[in-house]
């Protein structure tokens, strides 16, 4: 996928810095745990007692490390932090009274370490540790100066949250924290997903070829991660919980599939700047933060936005790492099993030869929307937490456009949905079956027992 905002990489470093000055300022202003514990004292404050900067940095991070790690196109993005906020919610749920592990729940999770209930923890700790352990796996590949980013971060919370605690308690809590990320790492191997960022366009796959499939429609040949869609979903259900099948293919010019293919021609002679606006701010192509970033980052704004605790956070956060993930999986699943010929494709054999759309079609077939499934996915986690009528803006691409306000997640869901159809490298009825087959992969993840 090419890059849609070149200037992304120019700022990367000037951000990064930034990002990290910023952990000092913060720490310099209040301590990361409300409470700061006399040496020798219990340690086993409740993860609501400790300020959220502690997964919410390490997010950020990763809105770093997806954007400048060769390979983290939007399906990878949404497998690490998926699994880096699993193991945020393992590392902690046994600080977040009337919560529960989700051991036994996922597809192929079995039992998790267990911490020594005699002795005390430091939650803060424990959840820096565990993310500090699983991402330098994650993003094992990512540049030198960005695994000195990881560790800078690891140092700066090890420093803060450890302040009046006991040795006992901070070498207890980093080890416990290292063994959830350890236990997570190694459940991750087994989904299919492990080398998705170093093989993105694997070399022995073999194109199928049949009426209305697929074909390039740029330089590059091979599609993006063609067996993506038979990795391991989370959560059980939704292995077959799959978009609808899409309008029948068929080149009459009566088929309906025609009439969809004439619309989106029709839709773009008359593109308002509004619908333009909303189309580039979703072009979340290699380079920037992805799909799975945007929709990350979105969730992360409202959090700081709310000011909420280090047990909420893990909360949302995990919810919408599984959603995420398993919709990526569907999408992709849908995209090889139709192989669907984008409309440009179809709009040159049979319309217009010389037609191009407002934005070049991606590497991949075209059904389903991945921007609609996994703004849907988003949208069904977000309003479990927030509520339907929850209003909020996005600053995803603070420095490059302006950002967008948004009256519910519901809406958010819908123009994501509508970016595709609008760009011209999507049918609409892409948008709107990926977007209602994202709500049911969400439902399904609030199906889980998270709590006793």
């Not at 077959?240 to 619309?263: G, H, M, Q, R």
């Amino acid at each position: 996928m090419k890059n849609c905002f070149p200037p992304f990489r120019k700022v990367f470093y000037h951000s990064l810095a930034v990002f990290l000055l910023g952990l000092c300022i913060l720490s310099c202003k209040k301590n990361i745990g409300d409470v700061d514990p006399e040496p020798g004292q219990s340690a086993s404050a409740p993860a609501s007692d400790y300020d959220a900067v502690v997964a919410t940095a390490w997010i950020d991070l990763q809105m770093h490390l997806i954007s400048s790690t060769p390979g983290f196109e939007s399906p990878v993005a949404a497998r690490s932090l998926a699994y880096s906020t699993l193991a945020l919610y393992e590392s902690i749920h046994f600080g977040m009274p009337g919560f529960k592990s989700l051991e036994n729940q996922l597809n192929g999770l079995g039992n998790m370490p267990q911490p020594d209930t005699t002795d005390s923890y430091h939650w803060g700790l424990v959840a820096s540790t565990a993310q500090y352990t699983l991402i330098r796996d994650m993003y094992s590949t990512t540049s030198d100066v960005n695994k000195k980013a990881i560790d800078s971060v690891r140092s700066h919370f090890e420093t803060e949250l450890k302040k009046g605690i006991s040795d006992p308690v901070v070498d207890r809590s980093i080890r416990f924290g290292a063994e959830i990320a350890t236990a997570i790492w190694n459940y991750s191997k087994t989904d299919g997903g492990q080398s998705g960022s170093l093989e993105n366009y694997p070399a022995n796959y073999s194109i199928p070829t049949g009426i209305g499939y697929w074909k390039p429609t740029g330089g590059q040949v091979t599609p993006l991660l063609p067996y993506w869609g038979k990795n391991r979903p989370f959560v059980t259900s939704n292995k077959t919980t799959n978009a609808e099948k899409p309008v029948t293919f068929s080149f009459d010019k009566n088929s309906d599939f025609f009439k969809e293919a004439k619309y989106v021609q029709d839709s773009a002679k008359i593109l308002t700047s509004g619908q333009k606006e909303f189309v580039d701010f979703w072009r979340d192509g290699q380079g920037t933060i992805a799909t799975a970033g945007h929709l990350f980052n979105i969730a992360s704004q409202i959090l700081k936005k709310e000011k909420v605790k280090l047990d909420k956070a893990a909360e949302v956060y995990v919810k919408l790492g599984l959603a995420l993930n398993d919709a990526h999986i569907s999408a992709w699943k849908a995209k090889y099993t139709y192989y669907l010929m984008r409309p440009s494709t179809y709009i040159k054999q049979t319309l217009n030869p010389s037609w191009t759309p407002y934005m070049a079609s991606p590497p991949y077939p075209e059904y389903a929307s991945i921007n609609a499934t996994a703004a849907g996915a988003s949208a069904g986690i977000l309003d479990s937490v927030f509520g339907e009528t929850y209003a909020f803006e996005d600053d995803s691409h603070k420095g490059l456009q302006p950002k967008r306000n948004f009256a519910n997640f519901a809406q958010l869901a819908r123009e994501a949905s509508l970016a595709g159809f609008y760009s011209g490298t999507q049918y609409y009825f892409s948008g709107q079956k990926g977007r209602e087959n994202g709500y049911k992969i969400a439902a399904n993840v609030l199906k889980l027992k998270f709590k006793k």
